[in-house]
């Protein structure tokens, strides 16, 4: 993430089962409950938001 770096996602990857469950969760979720999932998971690990982000 310091370097910016993309890190690209194999051409054979699969995802796990219990991935799929969980998006398959997320993308039954409205909007806005999808927003504050997912912000309230990057906030439990540590992450902040930019500087001058407004959130």
Do not use: C, H, N, S
């Amino acid at each position: 993430m310091d370097e910016e770096t993309i890190i690209p996602v194999p051409p054979d990857y699969q995802l796990p089962e219990a991935g799929k469950a969980l998006l398959g969760k997320i993308q039954g979720m409205d909007f806005q409950k999808q927003i504050d999932f997912l912000r309230g998971t990057v906030l439990e690990m540590g992450a902040e938001a930019a500087p001058g982000a407004g959130i």
